[in-house]
């Protein structure tokens, strides 16, 4: 065990109720950080369930690595491995990613495409806007409203 999560396991029982819950948000963290590798293989390997609950823990994360690991389940087999690693990213909020997402808007699955075109809305980046608006003339009309939306 770390000595950084030693020494949060034993503000635990701090008297204060809101350093203990940011304690355990920590401790949290830790623990998927160490479990990374675990979670990369789950994506890789893994059945739907195992995949999704590995984007949903790594996408509480910030670094190139988990960056790389959601990039890589984007283009999962599964289109909601996709769409899932695909909210993670936006979530994130990295800039890294943007021309990743820009080809995210062509994805051949309509779920994928809404995703796409909310999460590339949230990033309210003016270079993202033709490609928004693109996705207007999309024969999907889930597409075009999440575009409408962005």
């Not at 999560?5 to 304690?23: A, G, H, T, W, Y």
């Not at 948000?25 to 590995?54: M, P, V």
Request: aromatic share 4%; net charge neutral; with cysteine.
């Amino acid at each position: 065990m770390s000595g950084r999560k030693e020494i949060f396991i034993r503000l635990l029982n701090d008297p204060d109720e809101s350093i203990r819950r940011c304690v355990s948000a920590a401790i949290e963290k830790i623990e998927i950080k160490e479990k990374i590798e675990l979670f990369e293989n789950s994506i890789e390997s893994g059945s739907l369930t195992q995949k999704l609950n590995a984007i949903f823990s790594l996408g509480r994360l910030r670094g190139n690595r988990i960056l790389s690991i959601l990039l890589k389940a984007a283009n999962d087999p599964l289109e909601d491995v996709r769409a899932s690693a695909i909210r993670a990213l936006g979530e994130i909020g990295d800039n890294k990613i943007l021309s990743s997402l820009i080809e995210f808007l062509n994805d051949p699955s309509p779920v994928v495409r809404r995703v796409a075109v909310e999460v590339a809305g949230n990033f309210k980046d003016p270079r993202l806007t033709d490609f928004i608006i693109l996705m207007t003339q999309s024969s999907d009309r889930g597409v075009v409203e999440k575009a409408l939306e962005s």
